[in-house]
Antibody, heavy 119, light 111 residues
């Protein structure tokens, strides 16, 4: 059973960079796409972007200027960086596997990690 | 920019049938948007129910079904149970320039 676990600082100061890592276990990171999704408290979900195990990326255009995703297959991890954060970036951040194609779902999800942006 | 729309809330009686919809602020939802549906209970990560309009994910009961109804994507729950009380999100693929976009979610109450 594939499992995903997010990790990273729970508190980030405004204007700084948010950095999160997702560790994949129970299956291979290679040959799959991996995504980040976030959810502000009491609000809906927002897809941030996805990365293939080779490093190919595809970002939400509304966040593209501030987002960078990377992958380390040797560690079975992929990462998210969001620069110049504001309070609007405060959210639960989920990592997930997929979508592999436009018609595929996110088929495995992490439990999420809460990130607050505050001084 | 086109917004993905969902009913903010809905209620259904235990054992009843309910259909939640997923529309566009401009235009019609078709299979080309590959609508998918996710269930989320408080404090939990979302769970994938349906993808590509009507394909059930592994382990999802067959009382959950997806379709296109008129100009919207639809999630139908037949024989609603108390533990179906959750938030339901649809997601559409909006094309290579926009990627995947979620609707605002529907809070389903079973009472």
């Amino acid at each position: 059973q594939v499992q995903l676990q997010e990790s990273g600082p729970g508190l980030v100061k405004p204007s700084e960079t948010l950095s999160l890592t997702c560790t994949v276990s129970g299956g291979s990171i290679s040959g799959y796409y991996w995504s980040w999704i976030r959810q502000p408290a009491g609000k809906g979900l927002e897809w941030i972007g996805r990365i293939y195990s080779s490093g190919f990326t595809y970002y939400n255009p509304s966040l593209k200027s501030r987002v960078t995703m990377s992958v380390d297959t040797s560690q079975s991890q992929f990462s998210l960086k969001v620069t110049s954060v504001t309070a609007a970036d405060t959210a639960m951040y989920y990592c997930a596997r997929g979508p592999f194609s436009t018609w595929d779902p996110f088929d495995y999800w992490g439990q999420g990690t809460l990130v607050s942006v505050s001084s | 920019q086109t917004v993905v729309t969902q009913e903010p809330s809905f209620s259904v009686s235990p054992g009843g049938t309910v259909t939640l919809t997923c529309g566009l602020s401009s235009g019609s939802v078709s299979t080309s948007y590959y609508p998918s549906w996710y269930q989320q209970t408080p404090g939990q990560a979302p769970r994938t129910l349906i993808h590509s309009t009507n394909s059930r994910s592994s382990g999802v009961p067959d009382r959950f079904s997806g379709s296109i109804l008129g100009n919207k994507g639809a999630l139908t729950i037949t024989g609603a149970q108390a533990d179906d009380e959750s938030d339901y999100y649809c997601m559409l693929y909006m094309g290579s320039g926009f990627g995947w976009v979620f609707g605002g979610g529907t809070k389903l109450t079973v009472l």
